[in-house]
């Protein structure tokens, strides 16, 4: 079964540092989104990518975070300047298009990004 | 601003049994909810999803029930096997309005052998 890939798993990095987290959705999706888990916490949406441009973003979105496919395969979340409380798990999922969004809602395991 | 409220952190339910969690949500302009399933070290994974317009949808094992009047939902599991034990989270969206997915905090559960 074709699945989101996330790489690394696992990210350290230094308080100001900037961060990139990959992610490869499956080939023929459309939708691409980004989502994080704060430990104990719920999976928040962070920001969603149709047709090369945002289509959506939440107050978690703000300056320091940017998105980017810049190869057709790939989907990446860029963060400038990691705070600690930057410190979660993000998700990045895709979507084909088409019918209800849910059920084609794909996610990836996940990069577990630690600020230290 | 939780949207999507699931009360119970854990659950803890005897193998064979029935498994029922819970999910409340605030914004009236909801009109989709799915309930994903997430075990460790993986990603969140589609479960069963219920439109507005509908009160009940069955799949399997698995039962998902709305009541639109008090803003609820509930999964039931029927009856609940070992490898039932994950995280479940419930989600919603307006899907008239924008492309994302609310969830909630989630809840563990058990299943007692």
């Known amino acids: 079964e074709p699945e989101v890939t996330q790489t690394p798993s696992h990210q350290v990095t230094q308080m100001g540092q900037e961060v990139i987290l990959r992610c490869v959705p499956i080939?023929?999706?459309?939708?691409f989104y980004w989502y994080r888990q704060i430990l104990g916490q719920k999976v928040e949406f962070l920001v969603s990518?149709?047709?090369?441009?945002?289509?959506?973003k939440s107050e978690i979105f703000d300056d320091q975070f940017s998105v980017e496919r810049p190869d057709g395969s790939n989907f990446t979340l860029k963060i400038r300047s990691t705070k600690l409380e930057d410190s979660a798990m993000y998700f990045c999922?895709?979507?084909?298009?088409?019918?209800?969004?849910?059920?084609?809602?794909?996610f990836g395991s996940g990069t577990q990004l630690s600020v230290l | 601003d939780q949207q999507v409220k699931q009360n119970s952190p854990s659950l803890s339910v005897q193998e064979g049994r029935i498994s029922i969690l819970n999910c409340d949500y605030t914004?009236?302009?909801?009109?989709?909810f799915l309930w994903y399933k997430k075990y460790p070290a993986e990603g969140p994974t589609f479960l069963i999803s219920?439109?507005?317009?509908?009160d009940k949808n069955e799949d399997g094992r698995f039962t998902v029930f709305l009541n639109k009047s008090a803003k609820h939902l509930s999964l039931h599991i029927v009856p609940s096997q070992p490898g039932d034990s994950a995280v479940y989270f419930c989600a919603a969206s307006d899907r008239g309005r924008d492309d994302k997915i609310i969830f909630g905090k989630g809840t563990r559960l058990h299943i007692l052998p």
């Open positions: 999922a895709s979507r084909l298009g088409g019918g209800s969004i849910g059920e084609k809602l794909f």
């Open positions: 080939s023929n999706h459309l939708y």
């Open positions: 219920i439109s507005s317009i509908k």
């Open positions: 990518f149709y047709n090369n441009e945002i289509s959506e």
């Open positions: 914004n009236s302009m909801f009109d989709y």
